[in-house]
């Protein structure tokens, strides 16, 4: 069982940064697959990013390449999304998730067992 809990949306400007940060309970966090998915508002939710827990390889949405980056820090249980140059079409509520499809690149909701609660991010222009 992992319990997660976002924190650090908000209200920015676009051009601007935040970070996203995700707290993990559980012993066993080290051995999850953790990502990133957004629902903006009116929309489906979709993936952002992943980071798997073998290697700690990294898989970003075409849309936010270049922009954000993902990291996680097996030691404190927790998996940051850090969001430069954001656009008004990043506003959404920002999930974090775990899980442990053994896919070498998890990037559907349903390779993800475990979500949090959202952190609402808004990107005025």
């Known amino acids: 069982q992992v319990q997660l809990v976002e924190s650090g949306g908000g209200l920015v400007q676009a051009g601007g940064s935040l970070r996203l940060s995700c707290a993990a309970s559980?012993?066993?966090?080290?051995?999850?697959?953790m990502a990133w998915f957004r629902q903006p508002p009116g929309k489906e939710r979709e993936f952002v990013a992943g980071v798997t827990w073998t290697v700690g390889n990294t898989n970003y949405a075409e849309s936010v390449k270049g922009r954000f980056d993902i990291s996680r820090d097996n030691a404190k249980n927790m998996v940051d999304l850090q969001m430069n140059s954001l656009k008004p079409e990043d506003t959404a509520l920002y999930y974090c998730a775990a899980g442990r499809s053994g896919s070498y690149r998890p990037v559907h909701r349903w390779q993800y067992s475990y979500w949090g609660q959202g952190t609402q991010v808004t990107v005025s222009s």
């Open positions: 559980g012993r066993t966090f080290s051995s999850y697959d």
